[in-house]
């Protein structure tokens, strides 16, 4: 069945832009099974691959190589046994589970975001208030480079300044953090928490979210579809 979204699939082109529509306002897998009659199962499928293809497309903008999120990823997929850690980004997530905290920052007028594995709660905390960290001086410095830092497994936003010498540019800078972080901790609050396998692809998909978020973004994902199709072998 010819689909050009979709390649290998046994699923109309038709069909296939229902989903997608579905997706761009946002709805649940089980929402979206539920109205286009497709299996929860496959419809977490194509779900997750057009995540991926998100953050290709992400990363494909990022102006800095995002090294260290793939290699987050690669250490997440290669758990023992395979099994899924579960993450939680509620506040009273037990401390034993080491949570995910990523950094934002803007560039013109994009947002974007890079999860930092080798930075731990003290440090943002520390860095937060202005003190010194007793941690890597390199993984320090890194994060200072952030306009804004969020713990998810404390549900929290940590600001870290602007970096810009105009007042408007820097005001601007902060409600745009400020605006991500509520949309991701909307988005995020329909889930009960993330396991480490998804919690990447999600985050991309709120930076894509909101970085097109004044315009449509059913149209915004068929030329991205259209462009970079989605292949199922």
Not at 109 to 116: A, G, H, M
Not at 117 to 126: E, F, G, L, N
Request: with cysteine; proline share 2%.
């Amino acid at each position: 069945m010819k689909n050009k979204f979709l390649k290998g699939a046994h699923l109309s082109e038709r069909k296939f832009k229902e989903i997608l529509k579905l997706f761009s306002e946002d709805l649940t897998a089980t929402q979206i099974a539920n109205i286009s009659g497709v299996s929860r199962v496959t419809i977490n499928s194509y779900l997750k691959k057009i995540r991926l293809q998100i953050v290709k497309y992400c990363e494909s903008l990022q102006p800095e190589a995002s090294t260290n999120s793939v290699s987050w990823i690669q250490r997440t997929h290669s758990h023992a046994n395979g099994h899924d850690t579960a993450v939680a980004v509620k506040a009273d997530v037990d401390r034993i589970i080491k949570p995910v905290i990523f950094g934002i920052y803007k560039l013109d007028d994009k947002v974007f975001t890079e999860i930092l594995p080798d930075v731990s709660r003290s440090m943002i905390q520390a860095i937060s208030r202005g003190r010194a960290v007793l941690e890597t001086v390199g993984s320090a410095e890194r994060i200072r480079r952030f306009n804004g830092v969020v713990d998810l497994g404390q549900y929290r936003l940590y600001h870290l300044g602007n970096n810009h010498q105009d007042p408007e540019a820097g005001k601007s800078t902060l409600d745009d953090v400020d605006g991500f972080w509520g949309l991701t901790k909307h988005r995020l609050a329909k889930f009960k928490g993330l396991n480490r396998n998804t919690a990447y692809l999600h985050l991309k998909e709120c930076e894509f979210r909101y970085n097109y978020r004044h315009e449509d973004l059913y149209n915004v994902l068929l030329n991205l579809l259209k462009t970079f199709p989605l292949n199922l072998s």
